[in-house]
């Protein structure tokens, strides 16, 4: 089992920047693939970004390219999302997730969720 805590999320202007982060224990590995997530209301949840263990290499939904990063530090067994130039619609609960394949981006093919953290971005 792998436990996932998400932090960072809060209210944000337009435009503006939020850095979350994702905290794992239990049984950790640098082996596993993460995956940022998130979930408007009413939305299905929609793949952000992946991470391979070494945090070498990475992935991102096509939308989210140039304005958020995902990186890693396997010392503190946590994962990042850097949010960048920050909209309205990008309002939602956002979650990471363990995975086993770096460009899997169905929600199914993740395991080991945390609760989320909410982002709203609004003036």
């Known amino acids: 089992q792998v436990q996932l805590v998400e932090s960072g999320g809060g209210l944000v202007q337009p435009g503006g920047s939020l850095r979350l982060s994702c905290a794992a224990s239990?049984?950790?590995?640098?082996?596993?693939?993460m995956g940022w997530f998130r979930q408007a209301p009413g939305k299905e949840r929609e793949f952000l970004a992946s991470?391979?263990?070494?945090?070498?290499?990475?992935y991102y939904a096509a939308f989210v390219k140039g304005r958020f990063s995902i990186s890693r530090d396997n010392a503190k067994n946590t994962v990042y999302l850097q949010m960048n130039s920050l909209k309205p619609e990008d309002t939602a609960v956002y979650y990471c997730?363990?995975?086993?394949?770096?460009?899997?981006?169905?929600?199914?093919?993740?395991?080991?969720w945390g609760q989320g953290t909410q982002v709203t971005v609004s003036s």
């Open positions: 997730a363990v995975g086993t394949l770096l460009m899997t981006i169905s929600p199914s093919n993740y395991y080991f």
């Open positions: 239990g049984r950790t590995s640098s082996n596993y693939v």
């Open positions: 991470i391979s263990g070494s945090g070498i290499s990475t």
